[in-house]
């Protein structure tokens, strides 16, 4: 009785939220995360010239990551605005609650979804990723977006869901003329993942098969240099 009186108060609220629709976590330390966010963008916007942008598996550029980060984009004026555990509705909300005002960075490293897969379907998340890219090209309209596919995760069978994904998001930088120039496209995913064998190149991740490790960082970076640097210079 009382596990089916939780259930049915918690079950609504997560099947009736569709990611195009912006809402906050409301924890304390996502709402301080986010706080530090809109701080570091009112004292420090104009030397933000690139913005980092997602989950946890953006988030730990500042941690895993960390030597790449701190060698190679930080002195291009890199920030990471990566929440961990975020949802697509959730940096939604963050992007429309100002994170991204008074500041122009040239170029925004977006990736965002993975924890929207088992809750909504391909379709929901990538009209969800739709909307967080049609509010950046608003509200920061010079901008150019570098829009990366999901990175394949735990198995075969979410794997290829993830690539499915991964084909609609794609044409998002085919919407419309306006986007053409300013949204480009990344699918890093034969660089994680062995389409032949179904199997995760192990290397990469933790054991969790899900956040990188060390190599999976560096392999992310090489994979999107070429593209990054076409846009930021």
Known sequence: MYINLVCSLILPRIVGIKPWLPIPRGNWWWTSAHNSF???SKQNGSLIQVLFYGDSITSEWSTTGGYVFKTFYKPL????????GDRVEHLLWRIIHGEVNNINPKVVVLMIGTNNVFT???NEISLGISSVVREL???LPTTKILLLGILPRSNQKVTERIIAINQLISQISEDNDNNHDHVHFLEMTSHFYTRRTGSLNKSEYHKDLLHLSRNGY?????VMDQTFRHLMF
């Open 77 to 84: 004026g890199a920030y990471n605005y990566g929440i961990s």
């Open 137 to 139: 090209r608003t509200r």
């Open 120 to 122: 909504h379907s391909n």
């Open 38 to 40: 809109l701080e570091n």
């Open 218 to 222: 560096q392999t992310w970076a090489q």
